[in-house]
C-alpha cells in the first residue's frame, strides 16, 4: 500500500508526534475496483487491532456510493500519540503488506473545532 499526504506542509508523521487530544484520524483509501473486497478484510483486521490498542476510542469505515472504490476511516483516538504509538508497533506494521497493491490511503490527524452558531 502507498501513502499519499494530505497536506504537503504537515506530515502524518508529525502529527503523529503530537500529544493533544482527544484526536480524529482521517483516511482516504483509493484502490482499483477490482480490490475493494480484499481493501474490506485488510482494513477489518486493522480496525480489530486497533480497537484493542491504548487510547483507541471508536472507528468507521464510510464508501463511496455509486460503486464507488474509495473509502474513508473516521477513527478517534486520545491522542495523537497514542495512535502514533498503535501505527508504528511492528505488529500494525506487518499488517500493512495484507492491503491489495493498488490501495494508497492519506491518513491525516484533525481537532475538532467549534464554530459558533454551527
Given at each position: 500500500m502507498q501513502l499519499r499526504e494530505l497536506d504537503e506542509h504537515v506530515t502524518?508523521?508529525?502529527q503523529l508526534q503530537e500529544d493533544d487530544g482527544p484526536v480524529?484520524?482521517?483516511n482516504v483509501f483509493t484502490v482499483a475496483p477490482?480490490?475493494?473486497?480484499?481493501?474490506l478484510e485488510a482494513w477489518t483486521d486493522?480496525?480489530?487491532f486497533m480497537k484493542r490498542q491504548p487510547g483507541f476510542i471508536s472507528t468507521q469505515l464510510h464508501r463511496g456510493t455509486a460503486g464507488s472504490s474509495t473509502f474513508v476511516n473516521v477513527a478517534?483516538?486520545?491522542s495523537a500519540r497514542a495512535l502514533?504509538?498503535?501505527f508504528r508497533s511492528p505488529e500494525f506494521q506487518a499488517r500493512i503488506a495484507h492491503y491489495p497493491d493498488s490501495a494508497?490511503?492519506?491518513p491525516h490527524v484533525f481537532e475538532r473545532i467549534?464554530?459558533?452558531?454551527?
Open positions: 502524518y508523521g508529525t480524529v484520524l482521517i477490482e480490490d475493494a473486497e480484499r481493501l486493522d480496525a480489530a478517534e483516538w486520545e502514533g504509538q498503535a494508497v490511503a492519506s467549534g464554530v459558533p452558531g454551527i
